[in-house]
């Protein structure tokens, strides 16, 4: 299993970054996925999750409004587009997936968000 995460990046207040997660080595349209973070100091925290297919999500308050996650179950990625960003979402972002008993974190790609 394999979970690798890009587009993480430096960007100013009010700016947008669009995260990818690029899945293989497993049945990739069974699991959920999800997006969380760390911030440094802080515990990890669930941003967003999407179902097997595509259509429930499921958001932190903090984020609503703001982030949206999607997949593509024919390029086995997940997304985090990520808009209007704040201070407060710098950290290292995460994508898991879960489901069939089975759990598995990528390495993380960092978002700092800063003027």
């Known amino acids: 299993v394999q979970l690798l995460e890009s587009g993480g990046g430096l960007v100013q207040p009010g700016g947008s970054l669009r995260l990818s997660c690029a899945a293989s080595g497993f049945t990739f349209n069974r699991h959920g996925m999800s997006w969380h973070r760390q911030a440094p100091g802080k515990e990890r925290e669930l941003v967003a999750s999407?179902?097997?297919?595509?259509?429930?999500?499921t958001y932190a308050d903090s984020v609503r409004g703001r982030f949206t996650i999607s997949r593509d179950n024919h390029e086995n990625t997940v997304y985090l587009q990520m808009n209007n960003l704040k201070d407060e979402d710098t950290g290292v972002y995460y994508c898991?997936?879960?489901?069939?008993?089975?759990?598995?974190w990528g390495q993380g790609t960092q978002v700092t968000v800063s003027s």
């Open positions: 898991k997936a879960f489901g069939e008993s089975m759990i598995s």
């Open positions: 999407i179902n097997t297919s595509g259509r429930s999500t």
